[in-house]
């Protein structure tokens, strides 16, 4: 059996990247994920800093963009046309920054950096693309933070999955008794352009489907 081994120190989990499964990212959970160690902080704790890793599948070379250093977080980064965008929160400056990560020059180059007070808490604090903003869904409520804002309520059993320009797409779920899923679109505003049953999945190349 070939294996080869990964030098990960420590990190014991990674997922996928891109859609074309050629990064893949993992990080150690020191104070657990961003939005516990956002807790933790405000528990005036000390935060040690996470370490968060890309490794190519093609070589398994493992590269990581930012060293760690205390009180910073890094949240889920997302893959962006050759690029990687990185989340991180710096807990005792109070900001929040997304980075931009060119893998073939290892380059770090900051997008925006927002103070932390922009949002309620961390949870689900997440980049997205298609174009790239950093959004926040919490309960019954959804947000897009940057880099124009928007902010209405969505269902209990909705959770977006993607954005395509100004449209909006959630998968809703039911159980009565059956289990079902439903694709909903909405717009910037949170109202609902389309509603059709059926499960979303997004596909390498950027295709979606949905599967009925």
């Not at 996470?50 to 889920?76: H, I, K, M, T, W």
Request: hydrophobic share 35%.
């Amino acid at each position: 059996m070939n294996v080869q081994t990964i030098q990960t120190r420590g990190i014991s989990y990674l997922s996928p990247l891109d859609d074309g499964l050629t990064w893949y990212w993992g990080t150690d959970y020191t104070s657990g994920d961003l939005y516990e160690a956002e807790k933790l902080f405000a528990q005036r704790h000390r935060i040690k800093s996470n370490r968060l890793v890309l490794v190519r599948s093609a070589d398994g070379r493992l590269l990581e963009p930012v060293s760690p250093r205390e009180g910073q977080y890094f949240g889920r980064p997302v893959y962006d046309n050759g690029t990687i965008v990185l989340l991180a929160v710096d807990f005792p400056a109070g900001e929040i920054q997304l980075l931009r990560f060119e893998p073939e020059r290892e380059a770090v180059t900051p997008i925006v950096t927002l103070p932390r007070s922009t949002v309620k808490d961390c949870y689900n604090l997440m980049p997205h693309t298609a174009p790239l903003c950093l959004t926040r869904q919490a309960g019954d409520r959804f947000q897009i933070v940057w880099p124009e804002r928007a902010d209405f309520p969505i269902g209990p059993a909705e959770t977006f999955c993607f954005r395509d320009g100004e449209r909006l797409y959630f998968s809703r779920w039911h159980e009565d008794p059956d289990y079902r899923e439903e694709a909903v679109v909405r717009a910037m505003t949170g109202e609902i352009l389309e509603e059709t049953p059926g499960s979303l999945l997004e596909l390498p190349g950027g295709r979606k489907w949905l599967l009925v």
